[in-house]
């Protein structure tokens, strides 16, 4: 019995993914929705099978044929689209499921989410099963069925979703309903599943004609977008697919985007490392808005930019930030564990808001400023945001010496890390950079004196002699991949020698094949945790990156390409891989989809001579 339960679960690189920039939808190749929160990314879930497989609700579409019956699946996005297609080849037939969500534009917060779902039969005649069985609130809230002419409609306390389709349906389980039917060669079958949060779904089941409309809707928003991309190198499908992940991941309303789509996938199966990421790290930003500028996505990293923006407005009454912020910019992010969810393979607990938001993390205010100064090339921002950064900057000038959590957010209590130090020098260096190119008010002797105070504390403390490396915070001798940064923020020039030492030293212990991990949680710095993890995946093309800028261009590229290879089906990475290849912990992860960008960007440069430093 445990065994089937265990089962019943996809690995995560399975999964497809659709949205509507307002929330999205995991589609396994086995033709189930077993994730999707509504009305938002970080909403209450309505289906959820994917972290409880028996209570968590599902939307399954699939062949049924005899168990002795041979079926492969299969999964391909629409050239240049978000939509998804999921085949089903059998000897009986060949059938297709094609699955997406209309785009809701940024003002529009009230008009109902729609999933469509297409099903044929392209060649041959195939009998179909279709299973819905919401279960909403995170499997928390009971619901109501009522059936009706052209469907079904489940209503609970909180959100009322319609089932609209021609096909006839009757009750499944508890709350749940089923539709059996075959199709021959060229024959269709719609579901329309439309989502509100109250009030009543209106059942109107799609025509030929009307999804013809949707279809065609969708498919020339999504090749219209990505038409603006400026990427043309050496790997432009994996760039592209990247850049569409991305704006999956945007919640069009604010322009934030999600570190990704997913709460509680394990960082190791059966381990307690589950976390909610359904939310805006500010670590992220200037990878972000590198990487959208980057690829031409203007429009993009201006509304992203807005989003910042705010935040700096919003800053806590001692003048700090904190490291992540709902996609709406709320603060309180309280963390809450479902102990009634098994979690993904029954790796327990299930997590719902993330605690790290109250920790202090130094890093944050580099990440912050190098943002603003990437983004300040592009267009000049204003002086009541300046005036802003400056009491940032009198706060971390004050505080710069503190332990803190740190990049990786441990639960083991404060350190003096020295990514964090690292990036407290970025945020001098950047506010400087800014100031004197747009000639700004600001303590300009002050700012380079706390500069080089920082920078020269960072020489004495952070490096090992006996090591011949640097460090994962003061007082250490083991080593943290987060080192890669300080060539990529120009801490460090990629061929001093330090930093060939450290990166000599990050590739021999912390590198297996073209995988990194973030550091050895049995050597390094309590975390707060048990268990160990997987592979952090964009440590392994910041790697990439730094061997580019070092010179070392045959051992780069083969790390990219090995790196390549290990995404799924459709292009998609989760934030870990085990030491099998498994995808791990959260899916698909912007951070991973973000330094990808930065590496095939950066390795076109470099192949072509044009990369320095």
């Known amino acids: 019995m445990e065994h089937a339960r265990t089962a019943a679960y996809q690995p995560i690189e399975d999964y497809g993914i659709i949205g509507d920039l307002h929330t999205v939808a995991l589609v396994g190749k086995n033709g189930s929705i077993d ?109 109501n069925l009522h059936f009706r002419e052209h469907g079904a409609i489940f209503s609970s306390q909180s959100i009322c979703l319609g089932l609209a389709t021609t096909v006839p349906l009757k009750e499944y389980g508890k709350g749940g309903v089923q539709a059996q039917f075959r199709l021959r060669a060229n024959q269709h079958a719609y579901f329309l599943l439309e989502c509100t949060s109250e009030g009543d779904a209106k059942l109107h089941p799609l025509t030929d004609r009307h999804y013809q409309q949707d279809f065609q809707d969708t498919m020339e928003y999504w090749q219209r977008w990505l ?43 059966g381990g307690p490392r589950n976390w909610d990421y359904r939310y805006t790290w500010l670590r992220d930003a200037s990878f972000t808005l590198y990487g959208l500028l980057t690829l031409g996505f203007t429009d993009e990293a201006e ?28 603060r309180n992010l309280d963390e809450l564990a479902l102990d009634h969810l098994e979690g993904y393979r029954k790796s327990a607990p299930v997590r719902i808001g993330n605690g790290a938001y109250s920790q202090n993390q130094l890093d944050v205010y580099g990440e912050l400023m190098d943002s603003i100064y990437i983004f ?35 639960r083991g209590g404060p350190r003096n890390f020295l990514h964090s130090r690292v990036m407290c020098w970025v945020a001098f260096d950047r506010a400087i950079r800014i100031a004197r190119h747009r000639g700004l008010p600001a303590p300009l002797t002050e700012w380079t004196n706390v ?100 010179g070392r261009l045959v051992e780069a590229r083969l790390v990219l390409e090995k790196m390549l290879s290990y995404a799924n089906h459709v292009g998609l990475y989760a934030e870990e891989f085990s030491v099998t290849g498994e995808a791990l912990g959260n899916f698909p992860q912007a951070f991973t989809h973000l330094a990808l960008i930065s590496a095939c960007y950066n390795m076109d440069r470099a192949l072509n001579g044009t990369l320095t430093g």
């Open 35 to 143: 994730w999707c929160c509504i009305p938002r990314f970080d909403s209450p879930s309505v289906f959820g099978a994917l972290l409880d497989a028996e209570k968590g609700g599902f939307f399954r579409i699939s062949p049924v044929l005899p168990a002795t019956a041979k079926i492969r699946s299969h999964q391909l996005y629409y050239p240049e689209t978000n939509i998804l297609v999921t085949r089903f080849l059998t000897d009986e037939g060949i059938g297709e499921i094609t699955d997406f969500m209309p785009i809701k534009q940024a003002w529009d917060t009230s008009h109902p989410h729609h999933i469509i779902r297409s099903v044929a039969v392209v060649q041959g005649s195939l009998p179909f099963e279709m299973l819905c069985q919401p279960s909403c609130n995170y499997a928390r809230d009971v619901h």
């Open 227 to 269: 038409s603006r991309c400026t990427y043309q190198g050496r790997w432009r499908e994996m760039v592209q697919r990247s850049a569409l992940v991305l704006k999956l991941l945007t919640y069009a309303p604010t322009g934030a985007i999600v570190a990704a789509a997913t709460t509680s996938l394990p960082e190791r199966v």
């Open 303 to 330: 509304a992203f930019m807005g989003w910042l923006d705010q935040r700096c407005h919003e800053l806590e009454p001692n003048g700090s930030l904190q490291p992540m912020y709902s996609i709406e910019g709320k």
């Open 376 to 410: 300040n090339r592009h267009q000049d921002i204003s002086y009541d945001l300046w005036k802003q950064l400056r009491h940032l900057m009198s706060w971390l000038g004050e505080h710069w010496r503190e332990p803190d959590e740190g990049i990786w957010e441990v």
């Open 451 to 550: 500069s080089s105070e920082i920078y020269d504390d960072i020489m004495e403390n952070g490096w090992s002699k006996e090591k011949q490396s640097f460090v994962q915070y003061y007082g250490s001798d083991e080593i943290d991949a987060s080192s890669l940064l300080m060539v990529l923020t120009k801490f460090c020039g990629p061929t001093d020698p330090q930093m060939i030492s450290t990166l000599d030293r990050i590739v021999r212990e912390l590198t297996s094949d073209s995988h990194v991990y973030r550091y050895n949680p049995d050597k390094a710095a309590s975390d707060g945790l048990s268990g160990t993890e997987g592979t952090f995946t964009p440590c392994s093309f910041w790697l990439v990156e730094v061997l580019a800028r070092a």
